[in-house]
Nanobody, 120 residues
């Protein structure tokens, strides 16, 4: 059974930083991060191809986040800087064997989520 284990969420003040990690139990060609705030639809944040290293950033946090990967560990990271209260959300790791992009419809595998709370 595929497992995606997220970590690194927490509470931070506005302007602070957090680094999220997601370790997969197997290799995926693409992994990434999505988020869902209360009362809102889930939206893409960033994804990365494990085969090419190509990255895809959604407008939601572009310029404030950096996605990276460790192929040997099947792990993806999301460095988030200059966090704002509106970044408060559950952040989900996603992975897929075939495609890459920022649309959630691409991804067949999802983690349980890690909460990020940004206070003003």
């Amino acid at each position: 059974q595929v497992q995606l284990v997220e970590s690194g969420g927490g509470s931070v003040q506005a302007g602070g930083s957090l680094r999220l990690s997601c370790a997969a139990s197997k290799y995926f060609i693409c992994m990434g991060w999505f988020r869902q705030a209360p009362g809102k639809e889930r939206e893409g944040v960033a994804t990365i191809s494990f085969s090419t290293g190509n990255t895809y950033y959604a407008d939601s946090m572009k310029g404030r986040v950096t996605i990276s990967r460790d192929n040997a560990k099947n792990t993806v990271y999301l460095q988030m800087n200059s966090l704002k209260p509106e970044d408060t959300a559950m952040y989900y790791c996603a992975a897929d064997r075939f495609s890459c992009g920022t649309s959630e419809t691409i991804f067949a595998n999802w983690g349980q989520g890690t909460q990020v709370t940004v206070s003003s």
